[in-house]
């Protein structure tokens, strides 16, 4: 979608995407020739290997296929996306050899070690590829025109979004709207060139390359007439939806058999996106619970010498989907309560005992919920589950309550490393949370999820809200 945007010829577009698409094979395959040679082993072209290496780096090591997502890509984020693309084709090759044996043609220390160097290739190769093309076709192209018809929230963020990306090569030269600039309240790096009655003849008259249509869906009829306005022009016209007016979730056009669809509440996790979480998830929590599985058997003897009851309490939370889990806690009270009333725990409660209120002030009571991360019911890093009889109270008196399960339940959040803990003996102190967890679910990245796992490292022991 943003490459027509941009350029205006495709032929060039068209080869550099074509070297994008196979240089990553390229790469692969000759540092797997050079690794064989270097490591006295003879190398074989022909070979099931080698075709298979090819043919999944073709398919899986592919940089993004737009040239000007390229231009516009930062450095870490190009950095983080050939690391994961290589480990998903490192995954689905040692899945096929598993299942074919075709991979015992080379040996374990000639695959290690290619899989270890290639990887540091693939990020200098896609480093300067970048650079290349981010370099050839900010001067290969003449700067585009564009006017932006309508003034609000997304055509301002438009337009400041073109404005900090040079390499868009796009100039917005203003904004027409039939409302006066004092009316709209402009911001000082905005221009009022006009009405909406004056699109036509403006670009008519000033050789405009993009119109970008950014009117509210309530006036549909008034973009109607602009279109039929603006037929007699060859300007490239595009409709931006008003997308600040609504509280949007993981917002994203796409298209369902060729009708378009905007996406306005969806979860972060679709696509390679859900396979690296689940995959983060399901290895940290194994390295987790390998190096404290000491520490954990000597909870458990002093969690049950402490107190009648269960090492373990599981109580019914809401997981993923508003469906409805068991979640795993060693127990920190002498009562297990579950049921359509929970009373929260609060500051010097006569049910917490005295080892439970050292696991619960460490949150080490936590840790046998990463068994529910390897069930799939939980994740590391998510909005905290509550008790069913709090979310059905809560649901009620807080909008968005629910948009919250669109995700797994974690066991640390971004609400709790920002001191949403403990007690909420207020109604603002829950909708806290909730506003956190929904900026979790906007704005979630992989680096994301590491800053809330290093900042709950580090606040495990300096937390006076943890009781």
């Known amino acids: 979608m943003t490459q027509p945007v941009v350029f205006k010829q495709s032929l060039l577009i068209a080869i550099l995407a074509i070297v994008q698409a196979v240089l990553p094979a390229v790469v692969a395959v000759a540092s797997l020739f050079a690794t064989i040679i270097l490591l006295g082993r003879p190398f074989d072209p022909s070979s099931n290997s080698t075709v298979i290496v090819t043919v999944l780096c073709l398919m899986l090591v592919q940089a993004p296929r737009e040239v000007a997502t390229q231009l516009t890509s930062e450095r870490l984020s190009a950095v983080v996306d050939v690391i994961f693309r290589w480990f998903l084709m490192l995954a689905v090759l040692l899945a096929i050899g598993y299942a074919t044996k075709t991979l015992l043609f080379y040996p ?21 590829m970048q650079e290349i093309m981010r370099s050839f076709l900010t001067n290969a192209f003449d700067n585009r025109t564009a006017i932006i018809a309508g003034y ?46 004056d699109v036509s003849q403006y ?142 725990a609060s500051k010097g409660d006569a049910r917490i005992t005295k080892i439970g209120a050292i696991l619960r ?59 949403c803990r403990g007690e909420t003996t207020r109604l603002e102190d829950m909708q806290a949370r909730v506003n956190f967890d929904l900026d979790y679910l906007r704005h979630w990245s992989p680096m994301l999820d590491i800053k809330i796992i290093l900042l709950t490292a580090f606040k495990i022991f300096r937390d006076d809200k943890a009781y």
């Open 108 to 128: 374990r220390r000639i695959f290690l070690t290619w899989a270890a160097v290639t990887p540091l290739a693939l990020i200098l190769v896609t480093l300067a």
């Open 152 to 197: 609000n929230g997304s055509s301002l963020e438009l337009a400041r979004r073109l404005k900090s990306n040079p390499a868009m090569r796009l100039k917005v030269s203003g904004f027409f709207d039939d409302r006066s600039s004092d009316r709209l309240e402009m911001e000082p790096d905005a221009k009022l060139v006009g009405s909406l009655n």
């Open 203 to 344: 670009v008519k008259e000033n050789s405009t390359d993009v119109i970008f249509i950014a009117l509210p869906i309530r006036h549909v009829k008034r973009v109607m007439n602009l279109l039929d306005d603006l037929r007699d022009t060859t300007a490239s016209i595009y409709y931006v939806p008003d997308i600040f007016v609504f509280d949007l979730i993981q917002a994203r056009s796409g298209e369902i058999h060729g009708i378009p669809v905007v996406a306005m509440c969806e979860t972060p996790f679709y696509g390679y996106r859900g396979v690296a979480k689940r995959l983060t998830d399901i290895g940290l929590s194994v390295v987790i619970l390998l190096l404290l599985l000491p520490f954990l058997l000597l909870v458990a003897i002093l969690v049950k010498v402490s107190s009648p009851g269960p090492v373990v309490f599981k109580q019914r939370r809401y997981g993923l989907d508003g469906r409805e889990i068991a979640v795993y806690k060693f127990r920190t009270m002498r009562v297990t309560e579950d049921g359509a009333y929970v009373r929260q």
């Open 361 to 419: 002030r460490s949150s080490m009571d936590e840790l046998p919920q990463l068994i529910n991360v390897l069930q799939g019911r939980m994740s590391l890093v998510g909005p905290r589950p509550h008790a069913v009889a709090h979310n059905e109270e809560y649901r009620k008196l807080i909008k968005g309550y629910m948009v919250r399960h669109k995700v797994l339940p974690g066991i640390t959040g971004l609400a709790q490393v920002n001191g």
